[in-house]
């Protein structure tokens, strides 16, 4: 299997305080990707990397930051989390265009 | 981003044959997966179509026609654990920045029953 792994799996956390959702790789994946998924909506893109340090917003940004340090993990922060992003987040890396993403297992988040 | 329609449900009979269909704006194309995503758990990669035609693999083909904009994931012999949401996706133009980012439709839930 693919190395890619998400931590939390599940997370409870009350209106308004910071979260932080962490993914790490050991393929060495250049590209590594957060998606979140919700019933109707299917999965949305938040932020993606392209390498280390290097990272642009994808379709739903808004309230959400992240970080890449080192080419193994990407960090997706809530810094100040709200009900709406109660939801499923996906983390996926790729390293060619034609093989697809791997997922992680995901990280369940409800905000209170 | 890609303009993804597919129908929300589907239903069909363990050993039967059942077509997922897919469309999505043809502007900026480079190629369509297709994913499998069981209950509860993270997508998995089925297919990739970047020409046209049908590709098979095992039980699943998948089938593309660019110029229609059109995709399809045809299973055949279908089993219980069939029973999952199929997800279409397809990338934009490539950026240059080299970010390969899929946009999914919202999937299909299909059903196998007895």
């Known amino acids: 299997d693919a190395g890619i792994t998400q931590s939390p799996r599940h997370k409870v956390t009350e209106t308004g305080t910071p979260v932080t959702l962490r993914c790490h790789q050991t393929e060495n994946h250049r590209y590594m990707y957060w998606y979140r998924q919700d019933p109707g909506h299917g999965l949305r893109l938040i932020h993606y990397s392209y390498g280390v340090k290097d990272t642009d917003k994808g379709e739903v940004s808004d309230g959400y930051s992240v970080s890449r340090s080192k080419t193994e993990d990407f960090l997706l922060t809530l810094e100040s989390a709200t009900s709406s992003q109660t939801s499923v987040y996906f983390c996926?890396?790729?390293?060619?265009?034609?093989?697809?993403?791997?997922f992680g297992s995901g990280t369940r988040l409800t905000v209170v | 981003g890609q303009n993804i329609d597919q129908p929300t449900e589907m239903t069909a009979t363990e050993g039967a044959i059942v077509q997922i269909n897919c469309t999505y704006q043809t502007s900026g194309f480079n190629g369509l997966f297709w994913y499998q995503q069981h209950a509860g758990e993270a997508p998995t990669f089925l297919s990739y179509?970047?020409?046209?035609g049908l590709e098979e693999k095992g039980r699943f083909s998948s089938f593309l026609s660019r110029s229609k904009g059109y995709s399809y994931l045809l299973l055949k012999e279908l089993q219980m654990k069939d029973s999952a949401s199929y997800l279409c996706a397809t990338p934009p133009l490539y950026s240059g920045a080299g970010s390969y980012q899929l946009t999914f439709g919202k999937g299909t839930k299909l059903s196998v029953i007895p």
């Open positions: 996926a890396i790729t390293g060619m265009e034609d093989h697809g993403y791997t």
């Open positions: 179509n970047v020409l046209d």
